[in-house]
Nanobody, 123 residues
Framework: VQLQASGGGSVQTGDSLTISCAVS????????MGWFRQAPGNEREFVAC???????QYTDPVKGRFTISRHNAKNAVYLQMNSLKPEDTAVYYC??????????????????WGQGTLVTVSS
């Protein structure tokens, strides 16, 4: 499984941006797909996931602002980010896994990773 993230860029506070993750093979429908981010000097943290059963999960700081979605036919996952804040500045990574026991928020819950895409939010 190979993942390719894209769509990052530089935006202003309050702007919106959608980043994408293209996945090789028809795994989007059956895998749990996640987005993580890593800000300078920080550890990689969970942002959101679209679980194999269709449910979504978000970290509290992005609830109500970010939306994760998937397109099965295109083998792609998206993260729509609204009302962006400077603290959202980070490299965003997409990841995939065959979910085990509902574990979806830690780095080691995911087996496959894409390269990151940088999102910079200026005030």
């Amino acid at each position: 499984v190979q993942l390719q993230a894209s769509g990052g860029g530089s935006v202003q506070t309050g702007d919106s941006l959608t980043i994408s993750c293209a996945v090789s093979g028809p795994v989007v429908r059956t895998y749990t797909m996640g987005w993580f981010r890593q800000a300078p000097g920080n550890e990689r943290e969970f942002v959101a996931c679209f679980r194999w059963n269709g449910k979504t999960q978000y970290t509290d700081p992005v609830k109500g602002r970010f939306t994760i979605s998937r397109h099965n036919a295109k083998n792609a996952v998206y993260l729509q980010m609204n009302s962006l804040k400077p603290e959202d500045t980070a490299v965003y990574y997409c990841a995939a896994t065959r979910e085990v026991w509902g574990r979806v928020t830690q780095e080691n819950d995911y087996r496959y990773w894409g390269q990151g895409t940088l999102v910079t939010v200026s005030s």
